[in-house]
């Protein structure tokens, strides 16, 4: 551990779950370094034009569905209608001024949404309850094949958490996805079959999010292999966007998946004061489109960060903290 600690501090990138068993600690700890690694490279793109596709007519994933669920700031500061209607002159106010009917009333401004989901759990049990402990309904996204991935999904089912499952996919760097990765080389035979082993690998599955996939989502023939399966369990999607040509959301819209797309990814690196930057960056965005995503990973200091942030942050700053399935937009 302390010569993967090392090896990781000097590299910059990342480390996986404390406690996941020595054979897989290097391959995770590589993959999920790499992952990161791999899973960066967009993130600016993805935060300056989110949703770049190569259809024209169809609007960006994530400003779409984030801007159909809450009104925007003018709105919410609007005054209601029934103030903005000058006083008449002195008179029967009972005749010249009907009450106001209750059905016309302006609702309340709803508060900016911020989702959390926590990738790559499954090696740690401990990281995994960690997460589950959370004061807000924060996704957990399990990788199939772990050790603690179906304890981990119950436990986080009965906490009525969100669970979802990580689904390994090809990456432009050629980097190992770990079992059941899926690959672009794969016929419809075998990566049906591969689809299927992943999502009855534990129970119960949600909805279903990219692990790398920086090469696999920009598929979009095996993207549309992929939504077809997924709309036929009625799960819904959250493209991770490692790659801003990605075409997950748009398959996922043609076979009428629900689907958000992930915002901002919170710990590319994990010194305090980029978490902070990355957290400020993603209650940015939510206020600006009405709601946001923001995916991190069961790093310590990960995990530490959102036990101290979390708590009272609806009145800190305004930001509610829903599931994920409270973004998805619901195609018709
Ligand atoms: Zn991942």
């Keep these: 551990m302390s010569i993967l600690l090392a090896a990781v501090l000097l590299s910059g990138c990342s480390d996986e779950s404390p406690d996941s068993a020595a054979a897989t600690k290097a391959d995770s700890s590589t993959q999920l370094a790499a992952e990161v ?17 190569s259809i024209p007519s169809l609007p960006p994933p994530a400003p779409e569905s984030a801007a159909g669920m ?14 903005a ?19 016309k009333m302006a609702p ?31 996704a957990l996204a399990i990788m199939p094949f772990t050790r603690n991935a179906q304890a981990l999904a119950t ?4 906490a009525g958490k969100p669970v979802m499952l990580h689904l390994p996919m ?3 760097a050629g980097l190992s996805m770990g079992e059941g990765g899926l690959s672009t080389q794969m016929s419809r ?33 095996r993207m549309d292999w992929l939504m077809t399966q997924l709309a036929a369990r009625q799960l819904f999607f959250v493209d ?5 040509e990605t075409q997950a959301a748009f398959a996922a819209q043609a076979s009428g998946v629900a689907n958000v797309s992930r915002d901002v990814f919170l710990d590319n690196l994990r010194t305090p004061v980029e978490l902070e930057r990355e957290f400020k960056l993603v209650l940015a965005r939510a206020r600006k489109q009405g709601a946001a995503v923001l995916i991190g990973h069961p790093y310590p200091e990960t995990l530490a960060f959102l036990e101290q942030q979390l708590p009272g942050l609806e009145a800190r700053e305004g930001v509610q903290l829903v599931s994920v399935q409270a973004l998805l937009t619901r195609p018709h």
């Excluded at 690694?37 to 596709?53: F, M």
């Excluded at 002159?89 to 009972?94: F, I, K, L, T, V």
């Design 37 to 53: 690694a791999v899973e960066r490279e967009p993130v600016a793109p993805a935060i300056l034009s989110p949703g770049v596709g």
């Design 155 to 158: 436990l986080a089912a009965e």
């Design 85 to 103: 209607t000058p006083p008449v002159a002195p008179g029967p106010a009972e005749v010249q001024l009907p009450a106001p009917s209750p059905t």
């Design 240 to 244: 991770s966007r490692t790659n801003k």
């Design 108 to 138: 309340p401004a709803a508060l900016p949404m911020l989702s959390i989901i926590i990738d790559d759990v499954g090696h740690s049990r401990a990281a995994g309850e960690r997460i589950i402990a959370l004061p807000a309904p924060v």
């Design 70 to 83: 809450s009104p925007d700031a003018s709105s919410a500061s609007a005054p209601p209608p029934e103030l």
């Design 189 to 221: 035979t075998v990566f049906d079959a591969q689809l299927q082993a992943s999502l009855n690998a534990f129970t119960p599955i949600q909805g279903v999010n990219n692990h790398m996939g920086s090469k696999l989502t920009a598929d979009r023939e």
């Design 170 to 172: 090809e990456n432009l």
